[in-house]
């Protein structure tokens, strides 16, 4: 899942944030040392924890009967179409 992340100048939305003296201070040294604004370094470095949030969501919970048939149709051959035979006939860009 990827999620396009705007640079454009135009924001419309606000996120309010409540710091300790000790994390505004880290965060505007950060900023500082990234030459980058405060707002610019807090939506950058938050918004790569969030995508790294939701890229660490690879576990599942499913029912044991729903988990068996995952994987009854894992294990089984593909289903032989037009478009399988076709994707499997292209040359490779290094075979060519």
Do not use: Y
Not at 3 to 13: C, L, Q, T, V, Y
Not at 73 to 88: H, W
């Amino acid at each position: 899942m990827a999620i396009a992340i705007s640079n454009s100048p135009s924001r419309s939305g606000r996120i309010g944030l409540r710091a300790t003296p000790a994390q505004e201070h880290l965060l505007r040294c950060a900023a500082a040392s990234s030459r980058k604004s405060l707002t610019d370094f807090i939506l950058d470095s938050a918004c790569r924890s969030a995508e790294q949030t939701l890229l660490d969501q690879r576990l599942f919970l499913v029912s044991s009967e729903i988990g068996e048939e995952v994987l009854q149709m894992l294990d089984s051959p593909a289903v032989e179409t037009e478009g399988l035979r076709r994707l499997r006939d292209i040359k490779s860009p290094w075979e060519e």
